[in-house]
């Protein structure tokens, strides 16, 4: 599941690679199917540049508390 959502949203990001939506569902992806916390980080960091939306903002913080920096 993980490799064909990634994948989608991958030819997504080719065509928008700053689409707000692409990029917050990718970074909850890699958070909630592959724990991978830094690529989560990436693509939440990029959603919030084009759109300062309050759950992507509260997601990046539970990452950072995740991972130990406050």
Known sequence: MFQQCQSLYQRALALDPE???TN???????????KDLDKSIHYLKVAI????NPT???????????????
């Open 19 to 21: 689409d707000f939506e």
């Open 56 to 70: 992507a903002l509260f997601n990046l913080a539970v990452i950072y508390e995740e991972k130990g920096d406050r």
């Open 49 to 52: 540049n084009e759109e300062n």
């Open 24 to 34: 917050f569902n990718l970074g909850v992806l890699y958070y909630e199917l592959r």
